[in-house]
């Protein structure tokens, strides 16, 4: 089956969804995909117990002449098309402006203990919260780095988790000062003082750090460094998250260029958001982390663009680029501690799909050779995980990813369609 | 979001609200969603689809990532450690 779109958008994030609806008040013919159940993204995915707020709720509702194609995946492209994986079987979707809003990950780093069960991201216990994860009554722990740990600590106090305190990275300096410098952002102050109120009474300590996580089957205590030495902390969840890098995966596979500037590539645009390739254009954070607002702003100055739309797009850029200069603001105070990067010793897993220990890549200067003597980077998550903390360790930087960027069933690959129950096992 | 969906977690009947993933499904019976290939228990670690640490098998099918996948009625799910 073969769909054609005017503009279609990955990722139904703030960005992607804003995208879409502008691309299609002109009267374009627009399609949405995500490889999740439900639009929305990250900060606005759906709870099932809380309702969204409400302007999130309009957001996300307003789909009004879009094609929303939920659970679908893009695994390859080819040219003008994208080669999409859906629970159903497999689809070739053409497109004549395509726009990419794949959004950010957490960063995730290695540290002894941080593969029991019981441990994930920051933002990753959040988002499981939503889903539904049994939290009421743990005691939950959160660390790691950026305002995501506030707004995480909210949800999971929401939930009914208790908050045993967030231990931020960040010295108490760093973390002040930028507060301080909120008050250009007065919406965001205004969110912050908010969560700061509602998490009254929960410990909040900065220049501190989860050093190793103990358990047998499970994560029962860890291990904190503070300014004042070392604490040992009882829980039953620990979720830990050093921040958020951009998904490039996509991007690159369509052969559009990254900027390299920083650890972490994000995607290169000019200041309308076109990509290095005719007719693709990123917006959100793919492009780099700066938050909600300038996803929501991106993804309407794309959506004008793509639908051809030039002046429309020009005049949102002066709040665009004010927006952005709060995703400077974040990296400068939130920036890591150089002790991070020697929490995992040589006995740590590194790369959590094919074990391999961070002894085992000793004298390794480049991913690839590293993955081909110790198979570090080639598993399922094709090393969206050890590659990213590697290359932010100062190891090596993640080499570029070949199709599928997600595994895929062997008949998506063939591009058959639809799929016959044994063709469902999965090459990874 | 009053409805709820039953299915099984191996062979285990359990509850979940409209909307939850398989992942708080298994959550529901166990920690232990996967074994790694050196054969330690992994659980979800990153909550929206990167890492794989959740894959789990849905009605026949393996490595599914539970924490993508909407629990729904009649489910069998069956984790492998
Ligand atoms: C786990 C997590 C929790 C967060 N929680 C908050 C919060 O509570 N408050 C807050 O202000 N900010 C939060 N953030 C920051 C958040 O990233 C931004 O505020 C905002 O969501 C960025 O919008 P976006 O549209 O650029 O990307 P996102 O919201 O990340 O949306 C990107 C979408 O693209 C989809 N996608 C990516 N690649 C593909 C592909 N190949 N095929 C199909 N679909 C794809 C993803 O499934 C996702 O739905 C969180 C970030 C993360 C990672
Ligand atoms: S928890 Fe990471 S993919 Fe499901």
Same mark, same amino acid.
């Given at each position: 089956m073969r769909d054609h779109y005017d503009v279609l958008v990955i990722g139904a994030g703030p960005a992607g969804l804003a995208a879409a609806q502008t691309a299609a008040s002109h009267g374009a013919r627009v399609g949405l995909l995500d490889?999740? @159940?439900? @639009? &929305? &993204?990250q900060v606005w995915r759906h709870d099932v117990q809380h309702p969204l707020p409400r302007d999130a709720r309009n957001a996300v509702d307003d789909l009004h002449g879009v094609d929303w194609l939920a659970r679908h995946s893009v695994v390859a492209t080819e040219s003008s098309s994208l080669r999409v994986e859906t629970p159903q079987g497999s689809r070739l979707l053409s497109y004549g402006a395509l726009v990419i809003a794949t959004g950010a990950r957490e960063l995730l780093l290695p540290f002894p203990g941080w593969t029991l069960p019981g441990v994930t991201g920051a933002g990753g216990l959040q988002a499981l919260a939503k889903q539904g994860? @049994? /939290?009421?009554g743990r005691r939950v722990v959160i660390a790691g780095s950026g305002p995501l740990l506030l707004a995480a600590a909210d949800t999971l106090r929401k939930h %009914? +988790?208790? /908050?045993v305190g967030i231990y931020e990275q960040a010295n108490a300096g760093n973390v002040r000062s930028f507060a301080a410098q909120l008050r250009h952002w007065p919406a965001r102050a205004w969110q912050a003082a908010g969560l700061r109120l509602r998490l009254a009474g929960i410990p909040y300590r900065f220049g501190s750090f989860v050093r190793k996580a103990h358990g047998d089957d499970c994560v029962q205590r860890v291990d904190i460094d503070t300014p004042h030495g070392v604490q040992t902390v009882a829980c039953d969840l620990l979720a830990v998250g050093y921040g958020l890098v951009p998904n490039t995966e996509l991007a690159a596979l369509l052969g559009c260029a990254l900027d390299h500037s920083d650890i972490h590539p994000r995607v290169q645009v000019d200041a =309308?958001?076109?990509? *290095? /390739?005719?007719?693709v254009y990123a917006a959100g954070e793919?492009? &780099?982390? +700066? %938050? =909600?607002a300038v996803a929501r702003i991106e993804g309407a100055l794309a959506g004008h663009r793509a639908a051809g739309h030039v002046d429309a797009a020009r005049a949102l850029l002066a709040p665009r680029d004010r927006e952005r200069r709060f995703g400077a603001l974040l990296a400068r105070h939130f920036a890591l501690d150089s002790r991070l990067h020697k929490l995992a010793d040589d006995l740590t897993l590194v790369c959590r799909c094919e074990d391999v220990r961070m002894g085992e890549l000793t004298g390794f200067t480049d991913a690839r050779a590293a993955k081909l003597a110790t198979r570090c980077g080639m598993g399922a998550c094709q090393g969206r995980i050890c590659g990213t903390a590697l290359a932010e360790l100062g190891r090596f930087p993640r080499s570029g990813s070949r199709p599928p960027i997600f595994p895929a069933r062997l008949a998506t690959l063939a591009g058959? *369609? @639809?799929?016959? *129950? $044994? $063709?469902a096992q999965r090459g990874s | 979001m009053s409805a709820r969906i039953r299915l099984t977690v191996n062979g285990h009947p359990v509850e979940v609200p409209a909307g939850a993933s398989v992942a708080v499904a298994v959550a529901h019976v166990t920690l232990r969603f996967r074994r790694s290939v050196s054969d330690t228990p992994r659980a979800p670690l990153c909550g929206m689809g990167v890492c794989f640490e959740c894959r789990v098998q849905v009605d026949g099918v393996a490595h599914v990532r539970a924490c993508m996948t909407p629990a729904s009625e009649g489910m069998q799910v069956v984790t492998d450690a």
């Open positions: 490889a999740q @159940p439900r @639009p &929305g &993204g994860w @049994p /939290v009421a %009914g +988790a208790q /908050v =309308l958001l076109r990509t *290095s /390739v005719a007719n793919s492009c &780099g982390i +700066a %938050g =909600l058959l *369609s @639809p799929l016959s *129950s $044994d $063709d | -």
